[in-house]
């Protein structure tokens, strides 16, 4: 069973920028497209940003532009770089498969986005 563990995120300043990385336990991470899903107080989970297992991306429309995720499959490890962060962007972080049978999910890495 495949192991996610999230890391990277803090407290940041309107307009700063932080990476997150996302390492995946097992080979069999390189086989799927992966996403970043993130989640705020009193809202649903959401993705945010999406990567197929040959590196095509896909972003929410509320992140274009500003955010931009990576693989590095020989590390079993996904990246997402923020930019030009905004409160709104506040949330916990997750990454996991990008559709059924997902792996277990992590325990996120918390953005705040705050002055």
């Known amino acids: 069973q495949v192991q996610l563990v999230e890391s990277g995120g803090g407290l940041v300043q309107p307009g700063g920028s932080l990476r997150l990385s996302c390492a995946a336990s097992?080979?069999?991470?390189?086989?799927?497209?992966m996403g970043w899903y993130r989640q705020a107080p009193g809202k649903q989970r959401e993705l945010v940003a999406a990567?197929?297992?040959?590196?095509?991306?896909n972003y929410a429309d509320s992140v274009k532009g500003r955010f931009t995720i990576s693989r590095d499959n020989t590390k079993n490890t996904v990246y997402l770089q923020m930019n030009s962060l905004k409160p709104e962007d506040t949330a916990a972080y997750y990454c996991?498969?990008?559709?059924?049978?997902?792996?277990?999910w992590g325990q996120g890495t918390q953005v705040t986005v705050s002055s």
């Open positions: 996991n498969a990008l559709s059924s049978p997902y792996f277990n």
């Open positions: 990567i197929t297992s040959a590196g095509r991306t």
């Open positions: 097992g080979s069999i991470f390189r086989l799927n497209g």
